[in-house]
């Protein structure tokens, strides 16, 4: 057994969960399915390849925003820190945060994807041989016992890139940033990625790429859910739409039926109509007022800000408020 999987903390939800939340979101008007699940080891891969299409500014926005901000975010955090990632992704980020920290103690990935937690784990601790690695496959979503370090931390910093924030409503975004604050504990940290306002164009392309790996992406938590809970989605009688919403400040991409059809779940029949849109997720898009009223509703004040001017995008490190 592998170093990584050794200390692996596996907290996956179960089928039944899964099944418990598709059931409640298809039983609701609109219809919705939960885009955590998008992330199964194909829809990984699948998201990866979105963030090299040419469209896709994100990434390499926040790419060069974190490597011109480094040395800066290196100062504030200090020596010593355990790094919590919620998310973790290919880890490219936090391989050069990793770097540029000062003697970082430990790091804790929480991924709901186990294929992709544990490769991501796997290249980063060759990277980082002096840092424990303490994966935990869970959806972080939910509160989650965090492993405790060997050695002791000064900090706690919780690391958030990629603008995953933006994919909750304000009540779920304001829960998870309480918890956040829970984690990071006295004295403790966060490191959050934010997409801001832009023009709509720019943000459509983003969601539409071309060549149609979004599509791909999206349509693959059809293929997720049949293989995993054993519905009967028909992938090909669905299509991928995205498009940015100005009065709700967010992009809604939805799966639209694109003809009369039904699915079955758990025994239970769903009927769709033709053109009905079924909401798989929402990206929103800050600007800096907003972003400051939802940290503030969960005890937390914006201490550092970076932006990258050309495309809009921030880091924005909080810390615990009052």
């Known amino acids: 057994m592998n170093a990584s999987l050794a200390a692996l903390t596996d907290l996956r939800p179960s089928a039944a969960a899964v099944e418990r939340e598709v059931l409640a979101g298809l039983a609701r008007t609109p219809r919705r399915l939960p885009s955590k699940y998008f992330y199964d080891a194909r829809g990984s891969a699948l998201f990866e390849a979105i963030t090299r299409q040419p469209e896709y500014y994100l990434t390499r926005a926040e790419l060069a925003l974190l490597e011109a901000s480094l040395a800066d975010i290196s100062c504030t955090v200090g020596p010593r820190a355990h790094v919590v990632e919620y998310g973790s992704g290919s880890g490219r980020k936090t391989d050069l945060l990793l770097d540029a920290l000062v003697e970082p103690v430990a790091y804790t990935p929480i991924e709901i994807s186990r294929t992709a937690l544990l490769e991501s784990v796997a290249k980063l601790g060759a990277d980082h041989p002096g840092i424990e690695m303490l994966p935990v496959c869970a959806d972080f979503t939910h509160a989650v016992e965090l492993p405790e370090p060997t050695r002791t931390p000064s900090r706690t910093l919780v690391f958030f890139p990629g603008s ?97 059809q039904s699915v079955r779940v758990a025994g239970r029949e769903f009927r769709f109509a033709p053109g009905e849109a079924m909401l798989v997720e929402f990206s929103h898009k800050y600007s800096d007022d907003d972003f400051e009223a939802l940290a503030g509703n969960a005890g937390l004040a914006v201490t550092r800000a970076w932006n990258h001017a050309q495309h809009a995008f921030g880091l924005r490190l909080l810390s615990r408020s009052g």
């Not at 801001?196 to 790996?213: P, Q, R």
């Not at 979004?214 to 997720?224: D, H, I, K, S, Y």
């Open 164 to 260: 995953t924030l933006g994919n909750f409503e304000a009540a779920d975004a304001s829960a998870l940033l309480r918890a956040m604050r829970t984690t990071m504990g006295a004295g403790g940290a966060a490191l959050i990625g934010i997409d801001m306002v832009k023009s709509k164009s720019i943000i459509d392309a983003a969601y539409n790429d071309a060549a149609g790996v979004t599509a791909e992406f999206t349509l693959n938590l059809l293929t997720r859910l049949n293989r995993d809970i054993g519905s009967d989605f028909d992938v090909h009688a669905f299509r991928h739409q995205a498009g940015f919403v100005p009065e709700r400040s967010r992009i809604e991409t939805t799966l639209v039926s694109l003809k009369p």
